[in-house]
Nanobody, 116 residues
Framework: QVQLVESGGGLVQPGGSLRLSCAAS????????MSWYRQAPGKERELVAA????????TYADSVKGRFTISRDNGKNSLYLQMNSLKSEDTAVYYCNAFLYGNYYWGQGTQVTVSS
């Protein structure tokens, strides 16, 4: 059974940093393309960043380029999102996503709130 468990969210001041983690189990992590999505209140879920199964390719939403870094550790079955220079508009629930054999799998999400 595929499981994705996010952690690392919380309350941070504008300009601060957070590191999100996603622990994966129940599938061959090294074969899955992984992504982070986010959903703010009243808005649709949007792609934040994605990474290929080997980690050699990454892509970012324009709104987070230069501030966020996605990475993975296939030996630890883990996905990460380093978020720097956080802004109030980054406030959202952040979801870990796995794409494997044509199927999408989601974690339960972790809340990130950027506020002074």
């Amino acid at each position: 059974q595929v499981q994705l468990v996010e952690s690392g969210g919380g309350l941070v001041q504008p300009g601060g940093s957070l590191r999100l983690s996603c622990a994966a189990s129940g599938f061959t992590f090294s074969r899955a393309a992984m992504s982070w999505y986010r959903q703010a209140p009243g808005k649709e879920r949007e792609l934040v960043a994605a990474i290929g199964n080997t980690g050699s390719t990454t892509t970012y939403a324009d709104s987070v380029k230069g501030r966020f870094t996605i990475s993975r550790d296939n030996g630890k079955n883990s996905l990460y999102l380093q978020m720097n220079s956080l802004k109030s508009e980054d406030t959202a629930v952040y979801y870990c996503n796995a794409f494997l054999y044509g199927n999408y799998y989601w974690g339960q999400g972790t809340q990130v709130t950027v506020s002074s």
